[in-house]
């Protein structure tokens, strides 16, 4: 039913039965991992602007990069799960490391051809790779330690998966943008046929980088103890999932689609906010010097999760959720309607308001599952595939105008207002899996 491997779970709540010592040097690992897929993530955000010169795309085209992207968290999910209870837990980090290794050494071959065809196959294969990394390192962290401060657990790790999408677009800006015609000229500069060769090819050294660093991690994980898997605690789990159904818990059922509509929001404002603050009416600048924005947005959203980690152990995680869709909301909507830098510094704010609430989501929609966690979780993965639909986006911004097309993002706000208010209450709460011992 669901994509997430029992083992993946199974090991968490391991690593939870043993020393506070072993499980908490495995969580500062798996924060690389949080760290790294963040970082590869965002990088998109100044890739996209790149691509759309080269290949001169519209911005239907230029967001469909970014739904391949997401789509691969769809059709990853349960074949990443499978992997996972057949070769284990740590193996399985490996192979997602290596996966992308492989996907950012296949953009080496897509910028040198160029080929916007074999872009899209390599960041699919990319987006696989975190994918399965994903589907094991979040539902282990939600349930290690104590179930209340779960979501102040998860915000405080995924607050290293900001740091990550702080630094790529700098990182960003600076070897592909900064080394390019197109990333370096004011907005609708029309590129020569040699020129848009010579800015595709501006991509090879960062992936080179980035492929490096991640089979250097894969070495790293692999020789790393972590925690073994009981096998009996999964074929127990199994028989005892059988007696409930994941559909009678409203907080996931309506915990999914907030995942999925949460994801349209932020993708769409990480991919757009380029072109949007290089517009003449909004901060007239280049898209390298955008890119150096895009910083700050993401730069909020760190901030946001340490400070809403520290919140959440005094204040309870739907509350602060529902004060933080509000606000991004508000924002959204002065994005909207303003010009210049008001508007821009509007854009940049929703980062902070953002910040919490997709593992504050993912927490609240995980919660009460008991022997049925590892499903909901898998679920609520699956919905990160939300981020392929930002081409809706980029289809409004074509028919109405790139500023207009933020009124689809302001919805997606009301809809993560509802679930903190209602959709997020438990029902039907189960007991939580008794944590096991960690094999030796």
Request: glycine share 8%; with cysteine; charged share 10%.
């Amino acid at each position: 039913m669901a994509p997430t491997s029992h083992a993946a779970t199974t090991g968490a709540t391991a690593a939870g039965g043993g020393d506070g010592k072993s499980y908490r040097s495995a969580l500062t690992l798996l924060a690389s991992l949080f760290f790294m897929w963040g970082f590869i993530t965002v990088i998109n955000n100044t890739l996209l602007p790149h691509l759309r010169s080269v290949f001169d795309l519209d911005y239907t085209q230029t967001t469909l990069i970014e739904s391949v992207w997401f789509i691969a968290y769809f059709f990853a999910s349960i074949p990443s799960a499978k992997l996972i209870e057949r070769i284990g837990y740590q193996k399985s980090l490996v192979t997602g490391l290596l996966v992308m290794a492989a996907g950012a050494l296949g953009m080496v071959l897509a910028a040198s051809i160029p080929s916007y065809g074999v872009t899209l196959v390599m960041l699919f294969v990319i987006a696989s790779g975190i994918t399965l990394l994903q589907v094991a390192a979040n539902p282990y962290v939600a349930v290690v330690g104590p179930p209340e401060t779960a979501s102040s657990r998860l915000n405080l790790v995924q607050a290293l998966n900001s740091l990550g999408t702080m630094l790529a677009p700098s990182f960003g800006a600076y070897l592909i943008l900064g080394r390019s015609v197109g990333g370096t000229a004011k907005a609708d500069t029309v590129l020569t046929p040699a020129q848009r060769l010579a800015d595709a090819q501006s991509v090879i050294l960062p992936y080179v980088l980035v492929a490096i660093v991640l089979v250097v991690l894969a070495v790293v994980i692999a020789r790393f103890p972590l925690p073994a898997m009981g096998s009996s605690t999964s074929r127990a789990a199994k028989a005892d999932r059988k007696n409930h159904s994941l559909w009678k818990h409203r907080n996931l059922v309506f915990g999914i689609p907030a995942i999925f509509i949460y994801l349209i929001a932020e993708i769409g404002v990480a991919n757009l906010f380029v072109n949007f603050v290089s517009q003449p009416n909004i901060a007239n600048l280049t898209h390298e010097q955008a890119g150096n924005y895009l910083t700050f947005l993401w730069g909020g959203m760190m901030v946001g999760r340490f400070v809403g980690s520290a919140i959440m152990q005094k204040v309870r995680a739907e509350t602060l959720l529902a004060v933080f869709a509000v606000g991004a909301f508000v924002v959204m909507l002065v994005s909207v309607f303003t010009t210049g830098h008001v508007a821009m510094w509007a854009l940049i704010s929703v980062g902070l308001f953002h910040s919490i609430m997709f593992p504050t989501i993912f927490t609240l929609g995980i919660k009460g599952l008991g022997p049925l966690t590892e499903e909901g979780s898998g679920l609520l993965i699956m919905a990160i595939a939300g981020g392929a639909l930002v081409v809706v986006q980029g289809k409004l911004a074509d028919l109405y105008g790139l500023q207009t097309s933020f009124l689809l993002t302001a919805a997606c706000e009301l809809y993560i207002l509802f679930y903190a208010l209602w959709g997020s209450k438990a029902t039907h709460a189960l007991p939580d899996q008794q944590p096991v011992e960690a094999a030796e």
